[in-house]
């Protein structure tokens, strides 16, 4: 089945520095990878849509400086949470679409984020 | 806007029962995707069963089956003979069918948290 990797798993960072998760598709080829955020016993709420080689679509009320997507390659999209802040720990999840089953979205493990 | 709602906030089942998740949605498009993810305590987002809505036959994955009503907008999960693995977060999603700008998003649920006792 298709497999979707993140790095890191766990990361706890100090208050204003950035921060960057990677999203690894590794057996199929990723036109497009999402990026979510999820709180406790929430369901996911879509951040960004990345297209390889074009610009992350970002949702209303996220904003674009804070969060910097790159999806430079088929294979790799990266998340940068910049001068992050307490208010941004949480649990971050990328998923990734194939080109071959484009109506399926796979989905990576996670990335918990603890600022502080 | 496309919705996707799930009134079950926790549900629970014993050990080799059978159980129904439910899910209804609201859509104008007459094309589209249907999913369910299991979400268990490792958090890894899990693809149960997929559901092309231009299908009238429901998908089935071993003891995971849905019941798709189009008419009725509703898209209800069945685990039969329920195992303790089976525990875990489940989120309904829908996609559209169609391509290109925000038809790509998946709409999720609020999620069911399943219990299952032994």
């Known amino acids: 089945g298709a497999v979707v990797s993140q790095h890191p798993s766990r990361v706890i960072c100090k208050s204003g520095t950035s921060v960057k998760i990677e999203c690894r598709s590794l057996?199929?080829?990723?036109?497009?990878m999402f990026w979510y955020r999820q709180f406790p016993k929430k369901s996911l709420m879509l951040m960004a849509t990345?297209?390889?080689?074009?610009?992350?679509?970002?949702e209303q009320g996220v904003e674009k400086d804070k969060f910097l997507i790159n999806h430079a390659s088929l294979t790799l999209s990266t998340l940068t949470v910049t001068s992050a802040h307490p208010e941004d720990s949480s649990f971050y999840i990328c998923s990734a679409r194939s080109i071959e089953s484009r109506e399926t979205q796979y989905f990576g493990p996670g990335t918990r984020l603890l600022v502080l | 806007a496309q919705t996707v709602t799930q009134s079950q906030p926790e549900m629970s089942v014993q050990e080799a029962e059978t159980v129904t998740l439910s899910c209804t949605y609201d859509?104008?498009?007459?094309?589209?995707?249907l999913f369910w993810y299991k979400q268990p305590p490792s958090r890894q987002m899990i693809l149960v069963i997929r559901q092309e809505a231009y299908k009238q036959q429901n998908a089935t994955e071993n003891r995971f089956s849905v019941n798709f009503q189009k008419a009725a907008k509703s898209f209800s999960l069945k685990i039969s003979d329920s195992q303790l693995g089976d525990a875990a977060m489940y989120f309904c999603?829908?996609?559209?069918?169609?391509?290109?700008?925000?038809?790509?998003?998946?709409?999720f649920g609020t999620g069911t948290l399943l219990a299952v006792q032994p």
């Open positions: 990345s297209n390889e080689g074009s610009k992350a679509t970002y």
């Open positions: 859509t104008s498009e007459s094309d589209y995707y």
């Open positions: 999603a829908y996609r559209s069918a169609r391509y290109g700008g925000a038809t790509n998003k998946l709409i």
């Open positions: 057996d199929f080829q990723a036109t497009t």
